[in-house]
């Protein structure tokens, strides 16, 4: 359905462009429309299957060169009627246990986040039609209904007011307004923001005060909200910077492998050339699996499963703090955030109007707490508490906040909420606060009579008798209109006349309070002599002015030191909301975002598309924004290289937190669409919460990073005892036998990749946190993994590995030699078997002290403050498995292992601890030479 602007119409106009009545259309006139217009819904978002989500593990490149690996055994198996499948089913094995790990975690996130979501079922509405009023579930709504509106009811359509009675309606979940928006009939001559179409009401917004009547202009994704929905789905999510890294360092890790394999395969039939021996198809298809076996070498074989893990154990960590992810590898992407897009109302602030200050008996009193929650104090302008009950104008004016209204709090379940109007719930909540007890209140102030609030009137008045048997009027309003009506003053327990000087200072603490953006509300009352007849409306004069308050929709308490810690982690802060701009700006400066003089600074969604690219780069508060300018923001931030997260809790703010890396919607205040369209949504509504996922984002990372490290600069070493052995290895054997002479046969590189490497490398998943990961900015975007540092330590560590290995390898051969003599076949295999066996262990051993060396890649070990006991559990498991497949009868003929002696033992330890004192050699040498580079 076209958009016709029909807030700019007359409302005949509106009723004729329908082709509608004042009368509404009839049911039969409905039924017909809702084949041409379709039910007023949403089409619900589809949810992902259990079998896409089992697929989605396998896109992984790592992945898929192991899964190229088992394609190349079984080929070797098929064409040369080989019958071991030990590596096929346990590189498969390792597949499944992976993807298991991470299409559990996904599933479990996606139950929960069904859970948390709310899906609004079908609304009762009553609507008008020539016949009557009706009462219709809302999906069945069609353009051209009539539907009445009452305070509490949520909207089930847009549509164009015809009639309105002191109507409010709350808007933030759509446009971010705070405060509920006054509404009236007449049209608009100029084209207006949303949140300024007074005169229009919209789907799933609530009806704070009043009541009126609308007519249906727009019904399912002709709405507001469904214009966003169809926005939603033009956007691709956001690929995360790990993903990126990743497939890059899978394909040049697959690049690396297949060349490394064709050269070994090459030079294993050069080098028998060479030597003599005729080349039939058993040496290529030995030569054939020590290319496989190479490649398993090569391949970080634990690297995927590992990554995984990080990621699983990471969102549990961010479940913990409240922080519910979506998916595994947008857990990483919060520490590489460097820009975060807030919304105001409800993830800045409270989207709870609370009582921040009252002015009474020429007197301002501070009042602490926020939101609904009936907690906090009452404070002197020297911050001392008082009671606010013994002072008779301040008791007086509490008294009159609580009884001048219709709205109350109430506290279901963990949450304390208004039923009505907010800005009287606020009143509600400083009467609990000072600890009235309202409804036994109620009951010695009984009402007897009510003006209700109008536009025309600006005020709002209560008749009450008292205890004493006295009639009051109490009256709350706009301080301007009070003050008109007031003759008197409320000054310790008595009145006395109002004097131009009195009106002056009160007028002047309106105008610097309302400079601060606070909502003021002004209280006043008269005694009403018994037997007056008299009107009510007419009795609101010569009265006496008690004072007024000032409330708004404070920041959460948590807000400005977690702006602060961003700040000092370098991430940027930008504010976007459809509030009003000084309200907006007034918040920022409260939180600490900008600095007094720098409200100009601030874009305006009228101005939005005049701005230059740098100029939203460079901004801190866009106000009065729609989605496509918020869009539009998230968009310049991403094609400038930013990595960014947009938080946000209404239907307004979908499209970025869908645009966006990392989205972030709100779990209690949010909307269905919002949590939808988010990657992550906070249980607890807390900007706060933010900080900390993105702490444990940073230290995924960092625990990715060292486990890249570990398993490459282990499996750097394996390629290296495969690669030199087959160029310069011994030939002390028969030479039939010169193929299958390797220090490291196939099964025990895999046993090591899996096992010894995995299990150690799984517990830097839970690697404590560095005390000073939020004082180091965040991470390049096109940082790369293999950075030249990190690829020279790798190698240093690899070649490490492959020289001690080689040296214990050569010296396992001379040694079995020497104590068994050759000549045999039988001994021979003896031989090979010690020799091997000592390379199995030396491999192992340097890659255990390896992981110790590991828990951090920049600082000595010595001087970590912290444990990881899960290394040291890790680690005992590995080394039970190892030596049970060395002396575990059975097991060590599989695994083609042979007993050693405390001889061998003691070289193994004292020539694999050599690790860590290279490791600890070379950081500090880098630290050396960053200190001359900055000299």
């Known amino acids: 359905m076209e958009d016709k602007h029909h807030y700019r119409m007359e409302i005949a106009e509106v009723i004729e462009d329908l082709k509608s009545s004042e009368r509404g259309i009839s ?208 956007i691709e999510e956001a690929e995360t910077p790990l993903q990126k890294k990743m497939a890059k360092v899978g394909f040049q890790l697959g690049i690396f492998i297949i060349l490394i394999c064709v050269l070994v395969f090459i030079i294993g039939i050069l080098k028998t050339l060479i030597i003599g021996n005729p080349l039939g198809p058993p040496l290529i298809l030995e030569f054939m699996l020590t290319a496989v076996a190479l490649a398993v070498a090569a391949m970080p074989s634990g690297l995927p499963i590992v990554i995984t893990t990080c990621l699983a154990l990471g969102m549990r960590e961010m479940a ?93 379940k963990d949450q304390w909420v208004v039923i009505g109007d907010p800005t009287e719930g606020s009143l509600y909540t400083l009467a609990l606060k000072a600890g009235v007890k309202i409804e ?28 004493e048997n006295e009639i009051h009027l109490y009256v709350k309003g706009a301080l301007d209109v009070i003050l008109d009506h007031c003759s008197s003053i409320l000054i310790n327990e008595s009145s006395k006349p109002i004097t131009d000087k009195d009106r002056s200072r009160i007028l002047e603490m309106n105008e610097k ?21 008299e009107s009510y409306e007419d009795a609101d004069n010569a009265l006496t002015f008690v004072g007024f308050v000032g409330m708004m929709d404070p920041p959460r308490d948590a807000v400005p030191p977690a702006i602060q810690t961003c700040r000092t982690a370098g991430i940027e802060i930008k504010m976007i909301t459809g509030d009003h701009p000084a309200t907006a700006n007034a918040i920022a400066k409260e939180i600490g975002l900008i600095e007094a003089g720098e409200e100009h600074l601030t874009i305006r969604g009228v101005e939005f598309f005049e701005k230059t690219k740098d100029e939203i780069e460079k901004t801190k508060v866009f106000a009065r924004i729609s989605p496509e300018h918020k869009l539009n923001v998230v968009n310049t931030l991403r094609e400038r290289n930013y990595i960014v997260a947009v938080t946000g809790d209404g239907v307004n703010d979908a499209p970025a937190l869908k645009s966006a890396n990392i989205g972030v919607a709100m779990g209690i205040s949010g909307t269905d669409v919002a949590k939808e369209a988010a990657t992550m949504t906070l249980t607890d509504d807390n900007f706060a919460t933010i900080v900390s996922a993105v702490k444990t984002g940073r230290n995924i990372y960092e625990n990715i990073l060292k486990t890249i490290f570990y398993l490459l600069s282990c499996n750097v070493g394996e390629i290296l005892i495969i690669f030199v052995w087959i160029i310069i290895g011994s030939n002390m054997f028969n030479p039939a036998w010169i193929p299958s002479i390797l220090p490291l046969l196939p099964l025990q590189i895999l046993w090591v990749n899996l096992i010894t490497d995995s299990l150690p490398a799984l517990s830097l998943a839970k690697e404590p946190e560095d005390p000073k990961l939020m004082y180091n900015p965040p991470r390049r975007v096109d940082e790369p993994v293999f950075t030249k540092r990190f690829t020279i330590n790798v190698l240093i560590l690899g070649v490490l590995i492959c020289i001690g290995t080689l040296v214990l390898f050569q010296w396992g051969l001379n040694r079995g030699a020497s104590m068994w003599g050759l000549g045999t076949e039988a001994i021979e295999k003896q031989i090979y078997r010690y020799a091997t066996t000592l390379a199995f262990m030396t491999v192992t051993f340097f890659e255990n002290w390896n992981i110790f060396a590991t828990r951090s890649l920049k600082n000595s070990i010595f001087g970590l403050k912290t444990r990881n006991y899960y290394m040291y559990l890790a680690l005992g498991v590995a080394l039970i498995l190892q030596f049970t497949v060395v002396y575990t009868p059975g097991l060590n003929l599989v695994f083609h292992t042979h007993p050693l002696d405390l001889l061998d033992w003691a070289f193994i330890i004292l020539l694999s601890s050599s690790i860590i004192w290279v490791t600890e050699f070379y950081k500090l040498m880098w630290k050396w030479w960053d200190q001359r580079q900055k000299n």
């Open 320 to 412: 913990k703090e409240r922080a519910l992810v979506k998916r595994l590898k947008a857990v990483e992407t919060l520490g590489s955030v460097n820009v975060i897009c807030s919304d105001k109302t409800g993830t800045l602030t409270k989207n709870e109007m609370t009582t921040r200050i009252i002015y009474a008996n020429n007197t301002v009193i501070n009042v602490t707490g926020v939101g609904y929650e009936p907690q906090g104090t009452f404070n002197d302008t020297a911050g001392n508490a008082i009671n606010p009950m013994d002072d008779p104008p301040l008791n007086l004016l509490i008294r009159i906040g609580a009884l001048n209204g219709t709205s109350k709090v109430e506290h279901p």
């Open 27 to 234: 049911e039969d006139e409905s039924a017909q429309r809702r084949i041409q217009y379709g039910l007023n819904e949403l089409p619900r978002a589809k949810r992902t299957s259990l079998l896409k989500l089992l697929l989605l593990q396998f896109k992984d490149i790592l992945i898929l060169i192991l899964i190229v690996a088992i394609i190349i055994q079984l080929l070797v198996i098929i064409f040369f009627h080989e019958a071991d499948y030990t590596e096929v089913i346990a590189i498969s094995g390792f597949i499944l246990i992976n993807s298991a790990v991470g299409l559990i975690t996904e599933y479990r996130s996606e139950k929960s986040m069904e859970a948390l979501k709310k899906i609004t079922a079908g609304l009762d509405v009553r609507v008008i039609r020539p016949d009557g009023e009706h009462i219709i579930n809302s999906h069945l709504l069609v353009p051209g209904d009539l539907i009445f509106l009452e305070m509490g009811d949520k909207i089930p359509a847009d549509g164009r007011l015809v009639e309105v009675m002191n109507l409010q309606v709350d808007e933030s979940n759509l446009t971010g307004e705070s405060k509920p928006v006054k509404k009236d009939m007449p049209s608009i001559d100029k084209p207006v923001a949303l949140g300024d179409r007074k005169n229009m009401v919209f789907t799933g917004t609530i009806v704070s005060y009043g009541r009126g009547t609308a007519i249906v202009t727009g019904t399912g994704t002709n709405t507001q909200i469904g214009r966003i929905a169809e926005l939603l789905t033009e």
């Open 513 to 533: 309070y309302s400079s601060q953006q606070l909502r003021i509300l002004a209280m006043a009352y008269k005694i009403l002599e018994n037997g007056v007849k």
């Open 440 to 467: 036994s209140l109620k009951e010695k102030y009984q009402q007897i009579g009510e003006v209700p609030f109008t536009s025309e009137l600006k005020r709002m008045v209560t008749v009450h008798r008292t205890p």
